[in-house]
């Protein structure tokens, strides 16, 4: 019996062959080779499914915005050290998702927001969202309105969109305007949705509200008993302060609130924008050969006579009365005939500053070059006092300006976070107790919140 292998253990109780060894070796490598390649192909799958959001499920009503913000391995997804994500709605006509994160809810109904890894759509991490009432977008003002009367357990919302470079909405409501009192009510708010005030009974019967921003929305909160009036917004009025602003790639110029077109002096600088879309075209440098135009005077003064016996040019006197007196001078002068001008204050006619009121001689008597012609020019009003507005809140401060028969111009405003400033008028000028002719402008300033979207 052989004993030379007692106690040794089985795997040397027989050797394999040198052949065989080499083959166990090689396959061993091979194996190893695999699986390290393997596992370095394995998608890392155990962080990105630490993809987050701040809220699971959202019960809001149609019309309001809410901001959902995920998270990568307790990184936000806004931050570029995180991976890129894809936000997608599984219902766009219940609610909406941009590419921020941000959710609208449009009408009654469910709907899935969903946060993805843009390169792997399996991690991902889900929002339920369920919206009660519908957004009605208004396209003109008379669609802004709700039944009459309104329908009952209702919360739908009325949207409107004005220019985009209004900073300020102004909201007149109909006198009709009625919510049951106590039970039902109207509700106001910007672009957000946010609450900017509720109104109940006739509170909001030609009323006017103020609203940041260039969106406006108004909801109707119903219960099933009794359905009154509702409301109707009967004007919107967006104030745009006066400044450069751009869209979409092109410029637009605010003044007076109203944009500018076609040639426009601005601090000096004489700009030209588009006629039609107000869009900002280039600086404009006059051609060197551009004369001032001359009016042509009317053909049934016989224009011109013929000289008289070697004398001056003898002309019938054009009409002038209404023109401006740039105008006016201009035609004369090429007349060659001397104007006299004479400037005075105009508060029967009320006619606007540099308007010819009165000439001497009348239209149609015959007046020879080189003779004078004397024109009335009008300053416009007498100076009146400028009412002190600073202060105000701009509701007052635009109704003391138009009962003192002035027009508000608005500058950029400066924004606040002291809720006891939102809309008052900071500065104006000419300052009050000034003097300035009525129908001209006053420039006032306003506070407003810094935190306002729209």
Known sequence: MNTKCKGKPPLFQRLPRKGSLLVLLLSFVFCFAAFSMALASEPATSTAAKIQLNKAAISCDAGEAYQLNATFDSTPVSTDSAPKVTWSSSDSSVATVDANGKVTAI???????????????????????????????????SEFQSPHPYNPDSRDCWRYTATPFASILVLEFDAKTFAEKDFDCIEVSGADGKLIQRFTADELASGEV?????????????????????????????????????????????????MQKGIVDADGVLYHFDDETGAFIDVYTPPAT????????????????????????????????GMFYTDAEAQLESMGIIVDELW?????????????????????????????????????????????????????????????????????????SDPALFNK???????????????????????????AKG
């Open 107 to 141: 009408a009654h109904g469910s709907a899935t927001i969903t946060c993805a890894l843009a390169d792997n759509k399996d991690v991902s991490a889900a929002c339920n969202i369920t919206v009660a009432g519908n957004l009605i977008d208004a396209k003109t003002i």
């Open 210 to 258: 103020y609203v940041d921003g260039n969106v406006a929305c108004v909801r109707v909160v119903s219960d099933a008993a009794i359905n009154e009036w509702g409301f109707a917004v009967v004007s919107v009025t967006p104030i745009v302060f006066d400044g450069w602003y751009e869209l979409a790639g092109n410029v637009y110029y605010y003044r007076d609130n109203e």
């Open 290 to 321: 551009e004369e001032v135009p001359v009016v042509v005077p009317d053909p049934e003064f016989e224009y011109p006579v013929l000289p008289d016996a070697g004398g001056p040019a003898v002309y019938k006197m054009p009409y002038l009365l």
């Open 344 to 416: 005075i204050y105009d508060d029967f006619f009320k006619t606007p500053w540099g308007t010819v009121t009165s000439q001497n001689p009348n239209a149609g008597m015959d007046i020879a070059a080189t003779e004078h012609a004397q024109l009335e020019i009008s300053l416009g009003r007498s100076p009146v006092e400028v009412p002190d507005v600073v202060g105000m809140d701009v509701t007052d401060a635009y109704n003391a300006l138009i009962a003192a028969e002035f027009w508000p111009k608005y500058a950029p405003a400066i924004p606040t």
């Open 425 to 451: 008028v900071a500065w104006m000028d000419p300052p009050g107790g000034s003097l300035a002719s009525p129908d001209t402008g006053i420039t006032i300033c306003l506070y407003v919140n810094e935190n």
